[in-house]
Nanobody, 120 residues
């Protein structure tokens, strides 16, 4: 089972930037999708961005044009570059991996999360 460890969160002022990293315990080249989800205080978890094994990306409307997801297979790492941060971005960010087994069964794994706080 792949293990994911997030890092890079912290305190940032509105308009600032952070880069989150997600280090995987094994090769991510065969993982169908990797991505980021967030959970704000008192709210349900929601999808932020995804990147497929082929490099296709998707973004939530709220972060489009501000966040960029990328992947470095040689380092077994996925990144989330966050620019123009807003107070509304404050949340715990979780890395996510989605794979499909031989039978087609879906397997979904999350890391422990990293806290991003955007406040003036």
């Amino acid at each position: 089972q792949v293990r994911l460890v997030e890092s890079g969160g912290g305190l940032v002022q509105p308009g600032g930037s952070l880069r989150l990293s997600c280090a995987a315990s094994r090769s991510i080249g065969n993982i169908n999708f990797m991505g980021w989800e967030l959970q704000a205080p008192g709210k349900e978890r929601e999808l932020v961005a995804t990147i497929s094994s082929g490099g296709s990306t998707t973004y939530a409307e709220s972060v489009k044009d501000r966040f960029t997801i990328s992947r470095d297979n040689s380092k077994n790492t996925v990144y989330l570059q966050m620019n123009s941060l807003k107070a509304e971005d404050t949340a715990v960010y979780y890395c996510k991996a989605v794979t499909y087994g031989y039978s087609g069964a879906r397997l979904e794994v999350w890391g422990q999360g990293t806290l991003v706080t955007c406040s003036s």
